[in-house]
């Protein structure tokens, strides 16, 4: 990796070195280096771009890496991976994605991610994407496809750190028997930048659970368009929270939607779009902060 | 310390008529003197506090720290000249840690953050590393909105009603607290007659103006509100 690609990598993957553990780097559209374990095992895919990357059950409290880098501008690439994660696995996958681009060319990154969870596991997803250098058109569109089996858990963390011109998150679940899914999405756009988020979440089995937070802030004339649909169909109980703070110019829709199909499910929704109160910049500045010092702080805790 | 010369301030309700808050004050807060507040519902009270630290400017009016006509001074440079101030309603963040406001006010260590806290009576190891939210409780965040102002320090210290919100068995150690920032300028708005003993004036703030003076003649002054205990003509 040049040193660009590393920064990408120490930025998406928050670690300077190849952790231990599977790993798997895919750099301006080619898998660039793999590393299965006992129970991990990662398989390229024949038909097209991607992986399969199978868990075995009883898998304990081990982790897989995906960061892919973008460096050549101008580039599109398309990739699909898809996780089998057996029953009574407790997993922790940390994957990222970085666009370097100084072009008037445009990047692309659309990363497919279908996971497959049996029962009784619990998975941990993290999810980082970030973009730099001077080009305008830097555009990153995630799908992410769940199918979540009996009492299972899956959290996921997905952050949009900065620079991403355009970017497309769509997220779709299916939600078994006492299955629970916890999302926290944290998104920061600034100058042009358009950010869309889009959930759709069916809670089919009995007593299924999906908390879904939001937290935005778009500043100078981005724009940033929050749609989620929580469909209850079954005894289930969903929360989508959504928390947006506007500075400058920029824009905001936030359409949190709820759908109760069966008279048992307990649908709750909630969304706030505003500036950065006033009184929180006073506290700070009652502590020694002038207001921009004050207003970092507030951002930077709020998309921690 | 703080001298506050013919202060005033005034709203206008929503017949544009106006209404005064606070009326021609002066008075001079000195060194190592508690000066506790006290007056009725709308009487004034955190507003004086809020104008001292520049959070409201006044119609008319100047504020002096030592020699300095800090008047037209921002609520930063207020802070940074020794101001401190704790809230009557903490305000609360998303995201932040109790840690990482201690240290924005002023604590350089953890010790530093272990001491600010226990003189409210938390005890650190539980707290610094929890986010400074709507999941505390509000005696939690009151004691933390109180061991802030102590982080930040400084030569005068506003507190807006620091009883509010904590339980009774903990006045006595906000009482020693106070005491112990004996050599300070301190400003305090209260109700408890724990705080008001302390004092060694007390201001009263009421409609009619107000009356400052030495803890044990303004003691005797301060009566219960008086209601005529009839509704009136009921239709």
Not at chain 2, 118 to 125: D, F, I, P, W, Y
Request: charge should be positive.
């Amino acid at each position: 990796m040049n040193k660009i690609e590393q920064t990408i990598y120490n930025q998406t993957m928050q670690l300077t070195h190849q952790p231990s553990g599977a790993f798997s780097l895919r750099v301006n559209g080619q898998s660039a280096k793999q590393k299965s374990t006992n129970n991990i095992i990662i398989k390229q895919k024949q038909q097209k771009n991607g992986i399969d990357v199978i868990i075995k059950p009883n898998t304990q409290n081990e982790s897989l890496h995906l960061p892919v880098i973008l460096s050549d501008p101008g580039l599109k690439d398309s990739v699909y991976n898809d996780f089998y994660i057996g029953d009574n696995a407790n997993i922790k996958i940390i994957s990222g994605c970085g666009i370097h681009n100084d072009s008037n060319l445009t990047s692309t990154h659309n990363g497919i991610h279908t996971f497959h969870i049996g029962n009784n596991s619990f998975v941990e997803y993290i999810e980082r994407h970030i973009a730099l250098g001077l080009g305008k058109k830097k555009k990153l569109n995630p799908k992410t496809k769940i199918k979540l089996g009996q009492n299972s858990t899956l959290k996921i963390l997905t952050q949009q750190i900065s620079g991403v011109s355009n970017s497309n998150r769509i997220t779709q679940a299916k939600l078994g028997e006492n299955s629970s899914l916890i999302i926290e999405e944290k998104i920061c756009t600034s100058n042009t930048e358009e950010a869309i988020s889009n959930y759709n979440i069916e809670l089919n089995g009995y007593q299924s659970s999906c908390k879904i937070s939001s937290r935005s802030v778009a500043k100078n004339n981005s724009r940033q368009i929050f749609e989620s649909n929580l469909i209850g169909k079954n005894k289930c109980f969903g929360h989508v929270e959504c928390d947006g703070i506007i500075l400058d110019k920029a824009k905001m829709y936030s359409t949190p939607k709820i759908s109760a199909e069966n008279s048992d499910s307990t649908l709750i929704h909630e969304a706030t779009i505003g500036k950065i109160a006033g009184e929180q910049l006073t506290k700070l500045m009652t502590l020694g902060l002038n207001k921009e010092q004050a207003e970092e702080i507030i951002i930077n805790g709020y998309l921690c | 310390m703080i001298k506050i010369n013919n202060l005033s301030y005034s709203v206008k309700n929503l017949n544009n008529e106006k209404k005064d808050i606070l009326k021609n004050l002066s008075i001079n807060f000195l060194p190592g003197k508690i000066t506790a507040i006290t007056g009725s519902n709308g009487s004034g009270k955190s507003t004086l506090i809020k104008t001292i630290m520049g959070i409201l400017k006044p119609d008319y009016g100047t504020i002096f720290f030592k020699d300095i006509n800090i008047t037209d001074f921002s609520i930063t440079e207020r802070a940074k000249l020794g101001i401190s101030v704790a809230f009557q309603q903490p305000i609360t963040f998303k995201g932040i840690k109790i840690k990482q406001l201690l240290e924005v006010a002023g604590a350089k260590s953890f010790n530093d953050m272990c001491l600010c806290l226990s003189k409210v009576g938390l005890c650190a190891k539980d707290y610094i590393n929890r986010y400074y939210d709507s999941n505390l409780s509000g005696g939690e965040a009151k004691r933390i909105e109180l061991a802030m102002c102590l982080a930040k320090n400084g030569e005068v210290f506003l507190f807006d009603e620091p009883e509010a919100g904590i339980d009774l068995w903990s006045v006595d150690n906000l009482v020693s607290l106070i005491k112990n920032l004996k050599d300070k300028t301190i400003i305090i708005v209260s109700h408890q007659q724990k705080i008001l003993e302390i004092a060694d004036e007390i201001l009263i703030l009421n409609d009619n103006g107000y009356e400052i003076g030495p803890q044990n003649i303004m003691l005797n002054k301060i009566k219960p509100i008086q209601t005529c205990g009839v509704l009136g003509d009921q239709k």
